[in-house]
C-alpha cells in the first residue's frame, strides 16, 4: 500500500536552476497539498489542490508554482531556486478538504540549493 | 502571537513513564485539532483527530482539547522507545478552510 510518492528523495540544485517535484497517491483521493518544513518553523502550506482541476495558493506561495495533473499526481515547480528554497517538502492527500478529512502524508522531498 | 504555541523540547523520558505534550492556540474558530508522529526523515503520520472539546482515547494514547483555555494535550501511557518522535499537533477551522496550522512540533525521546 503505497499511500503517497514523492521523486526525487534528495536533490542538490544551484541557484538559478528549475526543478520539479513529483508527487502520486493511490487512494483516489480528492485534495492534494504541498508543504515546506523548516527548522524553528514548522510545516506550512504552500499551495493546495482541493479537487482536479483546481489550485490555492496557501501560506508561503512565492517563488512555486503546482500543476494537477490528474486526480492521482500533483506536482510542485521551482522555476529558479534560491537557497531560502532549501527545506524539506511533504506532498500530502486528503479524501476531500477540510480537518476532519486527516491528510496523509508522503516521506518529503529533501532539497538543498545552493 | 503565533496562531499555535508548542513546546519543542527536547523531552527525555525513561520507559513506562506517562508522557503530556501540550499546545495552546489563539484562534477561536479553530474547531479540529489533531496530532501527526513524525519519526526522523518521514513523514508526518495521523495519531488521532477531534472535533471540539473532549478526550478520545485510542490504545496508549489520549488527545485532550480544552476549548475555553484554548489547550491541547495529547498522553502517552506506558511510553515505549518506538514511541521517540517528533509530535506535531494541528488544527483547522473546519467549512472550507483547507488550511491546517501545526505547532512547530516536540522531539520525544523514549530511553529503555
Known amino acids: 500500500n503505497a499511500g503517497v510518492t514523492q521523486t526525487p528523495k534528495f536533490q542538490v540544485l544551484k541557484t538559478g536552476q528549475s526543478m520539479t517535484l513529483q508527487c502520486a497517491q493511490d487512494m483516489n483521493h480528492n485534495s492534494m497539498y504541498w508543504y515546506r518544513q523548516d527548522p524553528g518553523m514548522g510545516l506550512r502550506l504552500i499551495y493546495y489542490?482541493?479537487?482536479?482541476?483546481?489550485?490555492d495558493k496557501g501560506e508561503v506561495p512565492n517563488g512555486y508554482n503546482v500543476s494537477r495533473l490528474n486526480k492521482r499526481e500533483f506536482s510542485l515547480r521551482l522555476e529558479s531556486a534560491a537557497p531560502s528554497q532549501t527545506s524539506v517538502y511533504f506532498c500530502?492527500?486528503?479524501?476531500?478538504?477540510?480537518?476532519?478529512?486527516?491528510?496523509?502524508f508522503g516521506d518529503g522531498t529533501r532539497l538543498s540549493i545552493l | 502571537q503565533k496562531e499555535v504555541e508548542q513546546d519543542p523540547g527536547p523531552l527525555s523520558v525513561p520507559e513506562g513513564a506517562i508522557v503530556s505534550l501540550n499546545c495552546t492556540y489563539s484562534n477561536s474558530a479553530f474547531q479540529y485539532f489533531m496530532w501527526y508522529r513524525q519519526y526522523s526523515r518521514k513523514g508526518p503520520e495521523l495519531l488521532m483527530y477531534t472535533y471540539s472539546s473532549g478526550n478520545k482515547e485510542d490504545g496508549r494514547f489520549t488527545a485532550q482539547v480544552d476549548k475555553s483555555s484554548k489547550y491541547i494535550s495529547l498522553f502517552i501511557r506506558d511510553s515505549q522507545p518506538s514511541d521517540s518522535a517528533t509530535y506535531l499537533c494541528?488544527?483547522?477551522?473546519?467549512?472550507?478552510?483547507?488550511?491546517?496550522?501545526f505547532g512547530k512540533g516536540t522531539l520525544l525521546t523514549v530511553n529503555p
Open positions: 494541528g488544527t483547522n477551522s473546519g467549512g472550507s478552510n483547507y488550511k491546517l496550522t
Open positions: 500530502a492527500s486528503s479524501e476531500r478538504g477540510g480537518a476532519w478529512q486527516p491528510q496523509h
Open positions: 489542490s482541493a479537487s482536479e482541476g483546481t489550485t
